[in-house]
């Protein structure tokens, strides 16, 4: 099997606001989905990242600040997974829980090093 | 950083986002006043969203509890900086506040104080001023961070009943500018009872209602015994009656998982597999029994929890010590004269003496006739003593009674059994 990375760019819950009950909800779809991943033996790791950020840019380098991109274009986050081929993490992809925020899911296959 | 995911994880993250909204808001509430509820349970959700968004991806926190107390501290801490900031004052003055601010605000956050808060909260939803619909809905809101929808699928009501009652308590709390205080004296012992009374109520909506789904119900009395906890374990709570209450709740959830069949059936008492009772649970209950038992006052909930602990000790239904649970239900009958009383004394009467005499017991509960025609539980009682002494005729009428009042299709059922084993004595 490969690995994979998911890279997911959706707004934050916090721009959203939701309500307790939709927070409650959220989390229990992200957890079923993780679940589902790790007892197919598939998940590997994942991590957020923190919005505020920098971009380091040039010959002579120029830092400017973050965010660098609309809410819902940021990087909040990412997934690693175990899959057979680039079609069958993109099925596993289907399961993300924030699609219908306008979430979205860029699904990478990560190059293996041959020692 | 623990990378443990899956159903458990969830489960997990379910209760500690519930148990942690009950401990923030007590002690959120304490800082900015019962007043601002409102700001106070948006801070406790920026938090939970915060959590969300961090926790989502499957590993969490070390400590998940200390995390998300620790967010909630810090975004208290910018809120009272942010006001200071608009009031205007010179910047040293302001890095001054500040300082002592940060440290005050720790104060709040310290376990004991943390307890002590969620006690000021449990005595502030069960205000005597409000009615007892309201105080169980803002419990479960507010102490117990129970969502709308729960609360009205716990209490078979609706959202917008709930959500109605929630408001009218709020509004109630907010202009009466209702205490977030510990009373003391006379009055902690008038405000106990009612939130004995809460927690009482609490327990039985989640043991006895058998239309409500299994999970919710099992959450509703874990939820009622963990308030009584808490309370027992603070000082000011730790009152025989508060341990006699846990003690009963103890007794009572040890045979939580036999009363309800496959298929969800329910198993009376006398069915039920008694090697299902949870042995641990009946030790904690002769545990907070024994507590219970200083000082000169027996309360109800001391006879009552005697009462499920004597059933709890005999090893099958035939071995019960009926006569010691006569006594008790004398006794359980001067303190609480109620008709539902008067029907369980006679149940065990018909262990003791004749059946007969258990008949005519509750022939003479004050109102029989309106009781047996407007609740399930009389007729139901009253037909299966009469079938057990051979009229047939009375016996069916009430059963049939029963059947028609009760909409639990699992009381439905047991009826529909005695029915038809009233006809099989018939043909034989």
Known sequence: ?115 | MSSDSGESTQQIVDHLFRHEAGKMIAVLTRIFGISNLELVEDTVQETFLKALQVWKYGQLPDNPSGWLMQVARNRTIDLIRRQQKMAGLSEELAERLGASTESAIQQFFLDTEIADSQLRMIFACCHPALNQEDQVALTLKTVSGFGVQEIARALLSTNSAIQKRIYRAREYIRQESVSFEIPVGPELVRRLETVYTVLYLLFNEGYNSIKADELIRYDLCAEAMRLCKLLAEHKVGAQPQTHALLSLMCFQASRFNSRIGEDNTIILLQQQDRSKWDQELIRLGYYYLNLASTGDYLSVYHIESAIAGEHCLAPDFESTNWQSLLGLYDYLLEHKPTPVVQLNRAIILAQVTDVNQAIDTILDIPHIKGLLEHHYIYAAVLGDLYGRVGNKAEARRLLETAYRLTSSLAEKKLLQDKLNSLTLRVDS
Not at chain 1, 99 to 114: A, H, N, T
């Open chain 1, 1 to 115: 099997m490969k690995d994979f990375m998911f890279v997911f760019r959706s707004p934050s819950y916090e721009d959203l606001k939701l309500t307790p009950e939709q927070s409650q909800a959220a989390m229990q779809k992200w957890y079923s989905w993780i679940g589902e991943l790790s007892a197919k033996g598939r998940y590997v790791g994942g991590a957020p990242l923190f919005n505020e950020g920098k971009m380091v840019k040039g010959k002579s380098p120029v830092i400017t600040d973050g965010p660098f991109a609309e809410g819902k274009e940021l990087v909040g986050g990412y997934l690693i997974i175990k899959a057979e081929s680039l079609k069958e993490a993109t099925e596993l992809a289907f399961g993300y829980p924030d699609f219908d925020i306008e979430g979205s899911v860029e699904v990478r296959e990560i190059v293996q090093m041959p020692m």
